[in-house]
């Protein structure tokens, strides 16, 4: 699942950089990738469509919540929804902008902080499915308060 979330820069060019990275780690896991958004992110959200991506309908925090549990995999930029997917347990790629940012994200085994500034577009994308990839395979301690799926 890809999330879109509002920040000051999109991350790696997105949604097409984003929509590669999620096109290729769904493609390595067997899943099929979908798009979140927020309030005023549809034609953010629509530019990240493409490779078998599905558009999940608007929704408020706890649909939001929701979708995330049902995930296999969030990817998303280092925003609210990062928070929430981590907070209900799902693991979860955060692509960071800003070098050192990242160091403020190892609140869990289930998170992969991926630091991206200055990367060019390609070689993040490439970071970015490394890392989920390497989330996927290491198991992880299940957050405290939060059921395994």
Known sequence: MEALGA???????????????AA??????????CVVFGPGEERLAEGALGLGARLLPPT???GLAAAFRAAKLV????????????????PTVGVFLKPG?????????????????GMEAEA??????????????????????????
């Open 7 to 21: 920040i000051d820069e999109p991350p790696l060019e997105q949604p097409a950089s984003s929509a590669k990275a």
């Open 24 to 33: 290729a780690l769904a493609t390595r896991l067997g899943l099929c990738p």
């Open 60 to 62: 408020d925090l706890e």
């Open 75 to 90: 990817l998303t930029s280092d925003s609210g929804p990062l928070h929430l997917a981590v907070a209900v347990g799902v």
């Open 101 to 117: 940012s990242g160091r403020w994200a190892r609140v869990s085994g289930r998170l992969a902080a991926v630091e991206v500034g």
């Open 124 to 149: 993040a994308v490439a970071r970015i499915v490394e890392e989920g990839l390497n989330l996927m395979e290491t198991p992880s301690e299940p957050v405290r308060g939060v059921e395994p799926l």
